[in-house]
């Protein structure tokens, strides 16, 4: 039985409010680890030598804007539910956008080589659905990516971030967005969403086999790297 995840109306709005500011503060928020993050992903993903990449839920496009760069012949294609966002990408350089829902992809079958989601699969309301969508467009032996938070296993650290995610970030980020609300749902999402074990196992459920947790920052975050089967 699948669990309602995040509000997708709540999730869409609150994004494309924040859209023009959405970067600063996800370097403000992260102390500028996202940038080491997404290098790391990028480093995994170039031995792939992919022709085609898609990024689910691209937002701004970082990601996808840092898989440009390191994989220059492959065609990288952003998609997003928020449009707002996707003009940010826009005005970032990436060319190749589409509005699509990650739940419910407008692309056929076994069509890309590479699927990535950073930050975004833990925002759709059926974790299931996503992964099962980034399965259906990815070719048989195509490779999956997933960056995104998780809650560190170490007993000292844990606390420490908890206290952050609740206590602090929601009130950095109201500063930062003009949005008093903004990210006062992170923190809840985060203890929700599967880290580990649980999300390997999930991935593995969902249309992919070999799923392995490669853990940063202490376990404050981690990339999940998989196989189509």
């Given amino acids: ?42 480093r995994i993903i170039r031995p792939w030598k992919p022709a085609t990449v898609l990024d689910v839920a691209t937002g701004s496009g ?11 012949g492959a065609r990288v294609v952003g998609a997003d539910f928020c449009a707002p966002m996707l003009e940010v990408a826009r005005k970032n350089g990436l060319p190749e956008l589409v ?27 059926s974790w299931e659905k996503g992964l099962s969508e980034m399965a259906r467009v990815l070719k048989p032996g195509g490779h999956l990516l997933i960056l995104d938070f998780s809650l560190p296993t170490l007993p000292v650290i844990r ?7 609740h206590h602090i970030l929601p009130h950095i980020a109201g500063i930062a967005t003009g949005r008093t609300d903004a990210y006062e749902y992170l923190g809840g999402s985060i203890e929700k969403f599967p880290s580990g074990n649980a ?24 990339i999940y790297t998989a196989t189509r089967k």
């Fill in 1 to 42: 039985m699948e669990i309602q995840k995040e509000n997708p109306e709540l999730v869409r709005g609150l994004f494309s409010d924040i859209a023009g500011r959405y970067q600063m503060v996800n370097h403000l928020l992260s102390g500028g680890l996202d940038f080491y993050w997404r290098a790391i992903a990028v």
């Fill in 62 to 72: 970082d990601l996808a804007m840092a898989i440009r760069k390191a994989c220059p």
């Fill in 99 to 125: 509005v699509a829902d990650g739940m419910s992809l407008p692309f056929a079958d076994q069509n890309f080589d590479v699927v990535t989601a950073a930050f975004g699969l833990r925002n759709m309301a």
């Fill in 159 to 165: 606390p420490l971030y908890r206290f952050y995610l």
């Fill in 199 to 222: 999300m390997t196992s999930l991935i593995d459920s969902c249309g992919f086999r070999d799923a392995i947790a490669h853990p940063l920052t202490m376990g404050t975050v981690s």
